[in-house]
T-cell receptor, first 115, second 112 residues
Framework: QKEVEQDPGPLSVPEGAIVSLNCTYS??????FMWYRQYSRKGPELLMY????GNKEDGRFTAQVDKSSKYISLFIRDSQPSDSATYLC???????????????FGQGTILTVHP | NAGVTQTPKFQVLKTGQSMTLQCAQD?????MYWYRQDPGMGLRLIYY???????DKGEVPNGYNVSRLNKREFSLRLESAAPSQTSVYFC???????????FGSGTRLTVV
């Protein structure tokens, strides 16, 4: 069983829809949770970062973490064609005062928003 | 700022050939990483370097070697390429775990 599971999709929605992307994980040591967006033939870019449980909002994007269920979500409101990309969840354990952290990634969900 | 620069962007190798993938970052980050990305497998860590002078194996290190040449540069070497190493390779760097990684644009490698 992989440490991080993510539904690969693909997911296709109409413009303006609310999109929900999800990941589950098995390692209870994970404390830092991130979402990356990857456009076709590009490197991933950091979209959202959260620490521990709760919600974090940034414009049309909301990241949600439920540590009791080992479940994280990314919501996209009023989705746009420019949101079409692969979305990867990533997480890292709390390693104390170290200045580096190995991220474990989900498989990525391919999202297409059509006009 | 250029961020993380990877060269080459594309490469075709024959089985058994060797090559080195280059990566350089200009953000003064301490940590650097090499990942491979395959369909349905996500990003898998090959090697990482927490700081200049140190390197460690990741999830899939077999068939690869790395060199942290200085704080800016982290290279990945395939000594004897195999078709199973056909993939997209990403280099990344980070200063603090909290801020995530900055990725390069990738090297698309095909081994025939």
């Amino acid at each position: 069983q992989k440490e991080v599971e993510q539904d690969p999709g693909p997911l296709s929605v109409p413009e303006g829809a609310i999109v929900s992307l999800n990941c589950t994980y098995s390692n209870s040591a994970f404390q830092y949770f991130m979402w990356y967006r990857q456009y076709s033939r590009k490197g991933p870019e950091l979209l959202m970062y959260t620490y521990s449980s709760g919600n974090k909002e940034d414009g049309r994007f909301t990241a949600q973490v439920d540590k009791s269920s080992k479940y994280i979500s990314l919501f996209i409101r009023d989705s746009q064609p420019s949101d079409s990309a692969t979305y990867l969840c990533a997480m890292s354990p709390n390693a104390g005062g170290t200045s580096y952290g190995k991220l474990t990634f989900g498989q990525g969900t391919i999202l297409t928003v059509h006009p | 700022n250029a961020g993380v620069t990877q060269t080459p962007k594309f490469q075709v190798l024959k089985t058994g050939q060797s090559m080195t993938l280059q990566c350089a970052q200009d953000m003064n980050h301490n940590s650097m990483y090499w990942y491979r990305q395959d369909p349905g497998m996500g990003l898998r860590l090959i090697y990482y370097s927490a700081s200049e002078g140190t390197t460690d194996k990741g999830e899939v290190p077999n068939g690869y070697n790395v060199s942290r040449l200085n704080k800016r540069e982290f290279s990945l070497r395939l000594e004897s390429a195999a078709p199973s190493q056909t993939s997209v390779y990403f280099c990344a760097s980070s200063q603090d775990r909290d801020r995530g990684y900055t990725f390069g644009s990738g090297t698309r490698l095909t081994v025939v």
